[in-house]
């Protein structure tokens, strides 16, 4: 596993699968758009263009 993965492990105590599943459903929380919009919308639109380039 590279270095990202690794720190979530260690960090969060979650598998990297694990962590992509909940910060995708956050960034689909209306709640997460309101306390920051700025961040979600940036990782909205970086979401994005990884769908869009399967």
């Known amino acids: 596993p590279g270095a ?3 720190a979530v492990r260690e960090t969060l105590g979650l598998s990297p699968t694990r962590y992509y599943q909940l910060l995708n459903a956050l960034l689909d929380d ?3 758009l ?3 919009p700025v961040t979600v919308n940036r ?3 970086v ?3 990884k769908r869009r380039r399967r």
């Open 34 to 36: 309101a306390h920051d």
């Open 43 to 45: 990782l909205r639109r």
């Open 47 to 49: 979401r994005e263009e």
């Open 4 to 6: 990202k993965e690794r």
């Open 30 to 32: 209306p709640r997460a």
